[in-house]
């Protein structure tokens, strides 16, 4: 068996498929399917090792924000340079997520995050979480500063 998320593009499905493999390390676009135009129809990736496919279905399916692609990353400058980069002709959105210029959604969040969420001190958790809340880029300095000082 295997398992792959698949998405739904009107029509830049390559378009999108090489910029991510461009942003997200250790990535490449495994298989193009063409259509007999020589246009592509379905493009297969892998980001990070994780597999993806991509097709160019035209109008009619749009992405929203109810399934997103999530990265997890150790350092402040991976969430700046990543959300920098994947937010460049897009949108942002709240608590880490941002659209990108082909209307797929993102959540950059940091690795440190999920334990300053799961604390055992309800207090200090409730603290990060409105700090989140007040964000988009995700900042780990504010967050743990919440935690810290709650």
């Not at 593009?9 to 498929?17: C, G, L, V």
């Not at 297969?44 to 692609?69: C, F, K, R």
């Not at 990108?100 to 200090?124: C, H």
Request: proline share 6%; aromatic share 8%; with cysteine.
């Amino acid at each position: 068996m295997t398992v792959t998320t698949f998405f739904w593009f009107d029509s830049k499905a390559e378009e999108a498929a090489t910029r991510y493999t461009e942003i997200v390390p250790d990535s490449r676009v495994v298989d193009v399917t063409r259509n007999p135009d020589g246009s592509a129809l379905i493009v297969s990736i892998e980001l990070d090792g994780q597999s993806y496919t991509l097709m160019n279905g035209g109008p009619g399916h749009p992405l929203t924000d109810a399934a997103s692609v999530q990265l997890i990353v150790d350092t402040q400058a991976e969430v700046d340079r990543l959300w920098d980069a994947l937010v460049e002709g897009g949108e942002p959105g709240p608590c880490g997520w941002l659209t990108d210029r082909y209307g797929l959604s993102w959540q950059v969040v940091p690795a440190a995050l999920p334990a300053l969420m799961s604390g055992d001190n309800p207090t200090k958790t409730a603290a990060v979480g409105a700090a989140l809340q007040t964000m988009s880029k995700l900042d780990m300095k504010v967050l743990q500063d919440a935690y810290d000082q709650a």
